[in-house]
């Protein structure tokens, strides 16, 4: 059964605004990632956060995890029209190989 | 530099045919993995190799069949294809099977069904 849910599943915002991606899983895990995946191409990859970890910051990216609750969050901050893409989580909570991703949130940015 | 590739990018067919997705990598990695992303945007994973080996095959009907000549290359094999087949394919590849790693993703190649 999938494993990672994004919420909301598109958001559309002005160039400069910060955007909030949501993701939920159902099982333990080792660590979650994120990735990133224009379109037409491959998938990105952003951050890792390890289970013991809370916060991971990368350039304009923040991400946090609340393992109790079984979530993360992505943050772009001063968001650009090139961060138009869809934003996936990732979780190995099935083994270490297997990563399990959600459906992705479509991340607009208006110019 | 291109760290993982795929060819075709895209592929049109018919139904019954058998085709072909070869994939490459030269990153050195061990471990190599095919997902199928479908039109909505759920990527699930199909196989997962490591130096060779098989060690993820999940529900996936026999007609697909991974093979793996050396641990650079991972090709998908699609015999008797379906109109349910149509999909984006990505190969991808990480450095150690036994621990979480980030993957790097191929361009993906589109097959569309007819």
């Known amino acids: 059964s999938q494993q990672g849910e994004e919420d909301p599943q598109a958001l559309s915002i002005q160039e400069g605004e910060n955007a909030t991606m949501n993701c939920s899983y159902k099982?333990?895990?080792?660590?979650l990632q994120w990735y990133r995946q224009n379109s037409g191409r491959g998938l990105v990859h952003l951050i890792l956060?390890?289970?013991?970890?809370r916060e991971k910051h990368s350039g304009r990216l923040r991400v946090t995890l609340d393992t109790s609750k079984k979530s993360s969050s992505l943050l772009i901050t001063a968001s650009r029209a090139a961060d138009t893409a869809s934003y996936f989580c990732?979780?190995?909570?099935?083994?270490?190989?297997?990563?399990?991703f959600g459906q992705g949130t479509r991340l607009t940015i208006n110019p | 530099d291109t760290a993982v590739s795929q060819t075709p990018k895209y592929l049109v067919t018919q139904m019954g045919n058998d085709k072909s997705i070869k994939c490459e990598q030269n990153?050195?990695?061990?471990?190599m993995y095919w997902y199928k992303q479908d039109s909505k945007k759920f990527l699930k994973i199909m196989f997962s190799?490591?130096?060779?080996?098989?060690?993820i095959n999940e529900t996936v009907p026999n007609r697909f069949s991974p093979k793996s000549p050396d641990k650079a290359h991972l090709n998908l094999h699609i015999n008797s294809l379906e109109l349910g087949d149509s999909a984006v394919y990505f190969c991808?590849?990480?450095?150690?099977?036994?621990?979480?790693?980030?993957?790097?993703f191929g361009p993906g190649t589109r097959l569309t069904v007819t």
């Open positions: 991808a590849s990480s450095p150690d099977p036994g621990r979480s790693y980030e993957q790097y």
């Open positions: 099982t333990s895990i080792n660590n």
């Open positions: 956060i390890r289970s013991n970890e």
């Open positions: 990732a979780t190995d909570g099935q083994g270490a190989q297997k990563l399990v």
């Open positions: 990153l050195g990695h061990d471990t």
């Open positions: 190799y490591n130096n060779k080996e098989l060690i």
